[in-house]
């Protein structure tokens, strides 16, 4: 997976939970580092997700929001979406529902 | 190594929550006598919960079990008097004062490692007792309850729970996922509104992926009692800190979570009530029926919408902001955390106030009026109770330093294939903090030592009779002004015969010398003695007990061994209780002055004939009342040259005084020129070029700007002793004798 090229959407998954929890963090810090803008995310892989990987994504969208982008959620999974539900974190996809 | 360090922290962080277990303890025992005569008092009632839930999230990090599970359920019945659902009754505060006992029980165990079954049976039996008070109750209290609230409760309805979920950051790693509890709670009515603290989450740089840092506040509609909401956080009560608010919960009970979720964090105050705000909540308002999104909405659209709702909110958050720290306060006034080197300063000025009152003193009796002599007396008497106050500020128990032997002990027992049982008494007796810290080492070797030497594998004990666990004892106690620490053992012994032939070998005793117990024993702390025929990891490298005395005596303390040999050693430290200032006995000799700590001084006299036949003999022996006690003539002791006045040289030997002094259960006499009396000594430490004088422990600075040589007891106890012993020609022996 690369995750260096700034306009490709990042894809994460197919497990977005805690066993993996280490790596995809330092996926997404090196994503981070390597955009300049919003960040987008392709979750429409994600078949398991758990409370880590949500905090995972919290966090990457509090980083971004500390320097003024967004992240996107391009596409999601209905189980990342089921999961976000079930937090409260509806809106997360907002940004991902308005993209083209 | 550095398992004993991590060893030594752990120990150290333990006792940290174990005094604050024993101070919360407290807290948590005036809190529910106040109950019983005050049961509406919902501080009160705080102050005790929050006492209990203290105790019990520090022991969770402890890994202390026993005490969680315990006063878990102290907690939920206390959350029932508080949240008004269960009325205070006087079964309740028996069972509850019963628990504050068994919390007591269980980290006296954690204190003292080992744990009964009679505690633990005592656990589940209290425990069930305390369940039965908080489950059984509150259907047919709900109609006697005070507030009319709490029959809304009563009847099951349907209504909005608030929960306030806050997990801990190894929840994830222990295997709880947030997810699942409310996936859960889901599945027992309907979360209307879930809203994930997001502030409280750190940014992804910083994030360490497995921890956890999430916290809710959901709001559930169900029909479901409190009983079955908090079961379904059960199993997670270490990792998870619930607060569940009722239907009926009214405003009090959001303030208090309030204060709980952000202390006095003004921020996270605005922060949460936003958060409950946009989930539909109106505090202090029966929130009953499923408006809560319909509210959500309102309030979105127009944030500045409700302008009614808003100011109270504001008005109160001031309100409970000020109780808040109004209720903290208690607790802050029990403990004010200062600075050493603050405390050491005040010690140090302390030390130049009574300095200058005695010069105060000093200028009084010259001048010899009575009201300024009368003056002088009260602020003398103040000064004095000022600087034991100072002084008591440094004390702190011995038994910090003894704990951190347990490990040591459970360590070096298994190590050695040896079975020991290690008992520490006297763990409360105080002692000044310098001091504490200097003594760690060489009680750690003496320890050693014993563990190592003294006590014998099971095999060996049981060969030579003795029970196969051995017995390792350490025990501290105060004895006049000095504190006495014991290392005791029932092990082998020392083998005085093996001892006097390797002194012998050394060259340490000439050949055939007939030396007693303890002169024997006293060879142990001579330089690089050691009798261990081979050198172990622990001990026996020769570098051992000289290094202790040495340490002891640096603080003017003292160490004796004595042992009988298969039954065991014992090792007693005397030191005094503080290095700074002690109560002395003014004397001069010639024209220096010399302080005795007053503890010492037995009593004074004149000087008996015995000495006065003798004035050219620094050391000799006279009859008090038909007790033959040595003394020493300071005067020659010290070579002090005759008063240079010139009209009372030589001395005159009639109007000096000999000062009996005692140390444990040895009696010398000093004999000296002028007796001053009592003086306030602030001791000072002598400098390096100094050290090679004999029996000095330091000096002090008088009233008039002289100086005052402190003298060392132990010093001039084993010169006198010393000279007792020592073959003396017949001719000296003689006038002595013959006077007699």
């Given at each position: ?19 993996f ?16 803008g ?21 966090c ?27 937090f409260g ?7 991902a529902?308005?993209?083209? | ?10 120990a ?13 303890l ?56 508080r ?70 409760a ?103 979570l ?98 200058a009152?005695?010069?105060a ?21 103040l ?33 050695l ?11 409360d ?14 009680l ?27 017995r ?64 172990t ?59 005795l ?6 009593e ?81 430490p002598?400098a ?7 029996a ?7 009233g ?5 040589l ?31």
């Amino acid at each position: 997976m690369t995750a260096t090229s700034p306009s490709a959407d990042l894809a994460l998954g197919p497990e977005l939970t805690i066993p993996f929890a280490a790596d995809c963090r330092t996926t997404l810090v090196q994503a981070l580092a390597a955009t300049a803008g919003d960040l987008r995310l392709d979750l429409s892989g994600v078949t398991d997700v758990d409370s880590a990987g949500l905090q995972l994504l919290l966090c990457t969208r509090r980083s971004l929001v500390e320097r003024g982008d967004s992240l996107q959620i391009v596409a999601c999974s209905d189980a990342l979406g089921e999961a976000l539900g079930v937090f409260g974190l509806g809106n997360l996809l907002v940004t991902a529902d308005e993209a083209p | 190594m550095h398992r004993d360090d991590d060893a030594e922290i752990i120990a150290a962080a333990r006792l940290g929550f174990l005094d604050e277990a024993a101070d919360m303890l407290q807290q948590f025992e005036q809190a529910l006598l106040v109950m019983e005569t005050t049961p509406d008092d919902s501080e009160n009632l705080n102050a005790a919960f929050r006492a209990a839930h203290t105790i019990k999230g520090t022991a969770g990090l402890f890994g202390c079990d026993a005490v969680v599970v315990f006063t878990h359920e102290v907690e939920t019945l206390l959350e029932g008097l508080r949240s008004g659902t269960l009325p205070v009754t006087d079964d309740i505060s028996a069972a509850l004062l019963l628990g504050r006992d068994q919390m007591g029980a269980l980290l006296e165990e954690v204190r003292t490692g080992d744990a009964s079954p009679e505690v633990a049976a005592r656990s589940v039996l209290l425990g069930d007792q305390l369940r039965k008070l908080y489950g059984g109750a509150p259907a047919p209290v709900a109609a006697a309850a005070v507030a009319p609230a709490a029959a809304v409760a009563a009847a099951p309805a349907r209504g909005a729970w608030h929960l306030s979920l806050r997990f801990g950051v190894d929840a994830l790693r222990n295997g709880l996922d947030p997810l699942a509890f409310i996936r859960y709670l889901g599945s027992m009515g309907t979360v209307n509104a879930c809203h994930v603290m997001a502030d409280a989450l750190p940014t992804l740089e910083a994030l360490d992926a497995e921890a956890c840092h999430l916290g809710f506040e959901l709001r559930l509609l169900t029909e479901a009692g409190q009983d079955e909401i908090e079961r379904v956080f059960e199993f997670a009560a270490d990792d998870c800190s619930v607060q569940i608010l009722p239907p009926d919960a009214d405003g009090d009970a959001f303030e208090q979570l309030l204060a709980l979720r952000c202390e006095d964090d003004a921020d996270a105050y605005e922060a949460l009530l936003a958060v409950w705000a946009r989930l539909g909540m109106r505090m202090g308002q029966v929130d009953t029926d499923a408006a809560a999104p319909a509210a959500q909405e309102t309030l979105e659209a127009n944030p500045a919408a409700p302008p009614v709702a808003a100011a109270p909110v504001a008005d109160r958050r001031a309100t409970d902001r000020r109780t808040g720290r109004d209720r903290r306060a208690p607790a802050e006034a029990r403990f004010v955390k200062v600075r050493a080197d603050k405390l050491d300063h005040l010690i140090d000025l302390i030390g130049e106030l009574v300095i200058a009152g005695s010069g105060a003193q000093m200028v009084a009796n010259q001048e010899g009026s009575p009201a300024f002599l009368e003056c002088t007396q009260r602020v003398s008497e103040l000064v004095q109770a000022t600087r034991d106050g100072a002084l008591a500020l440094r004390m702190v128990p011995v038994g910090e330093t003894f704990s951190r032997f347990q490990r040591v002990v459970r360590d070096t027992s298994k190590q050695l294939g040896k079975e020991i049982e290690f008992t520490i008494t006297g763990g409360d007796t105080e002692l000044d903090k310098s001091m504490v810290e200097l003594i760690a080492d060489p009680l750690m070797h003496l320890v050693r030592n014993s563990l190592d030497h003294g006590l014998e594998l099971p095999a060996d004990r049981e060969a030579a009779g003795k029970a196969p666990v051995g017995r390792l004892d350490l025990t501290a106690c105060h004895e006049g002004g000095c504190i006495v620490i014991e290392v005791r053992d029932d092990g082998r012994g020392l083998r005085r015969d093996r001892i006097l032939g390797k002194a012998i070998e050394r060259g340490l005793v000439p050949e055939g010398a007939v030396l007693s117990d303890a002169e024997v024993w006293q060879l142990i702390f001579a330089p690089g003695f050691s009798t261990a025929d081979k050198v172990t990891d622990l001990s026996g490298r020769g570098v051992g007990m000289d290094v202790v005395k040495r340490n002891i005596e640096a603080l003017r303390g003292q160490i004796s061994l004595s042992s009988t040999e298969g039954h065991g050693t014992r090792t007693q430290i005397r030191l005094p209780l503080t290095l700074a200032m002690i109560d002395g006995f003014l004397t001069t000799v010639g024209q220096v002055h010399y302080v005795l700590p007053l503890s010492v001084v037995s009593e004074c006299i004149a000087v008996p004939r015995e000495c006065l036949s003798a004035p050219d003999r620094t050391c000799g022996t006279f009859d008090l009342r038909g007790e033959v006690l040595p003394y020493i003539d300071l005067a020659l002791f010290y070579g002090v040259v005759p008063s240079a006045d010139g009209d009372t040289t030589p001395i005159d030997q009639q109007r000096r005084s000999l000062v009996v002094v005692r140390d444990g259960a040895v009696r010398i006499g000093l004999v000296v020129d002028r007796l001053l009396g009592e003086h306030q000594t602030v001791i000072k430490p002598l400098a390096g070029i100094f050290k090679h004088l004999k029996a000095l422990a330091g000096s002090t600075i008088l009233g008039s700007g002289d100086v005052a040589l402190v003298l060392d007891m132990q010093g001039l106890m084993s010169a006198a002793l010393q000279a007792a012993h020592l073959p003396r020609p017949g001719a000296r022996l003689a006038p002595t004798f013959a006077n007699e």
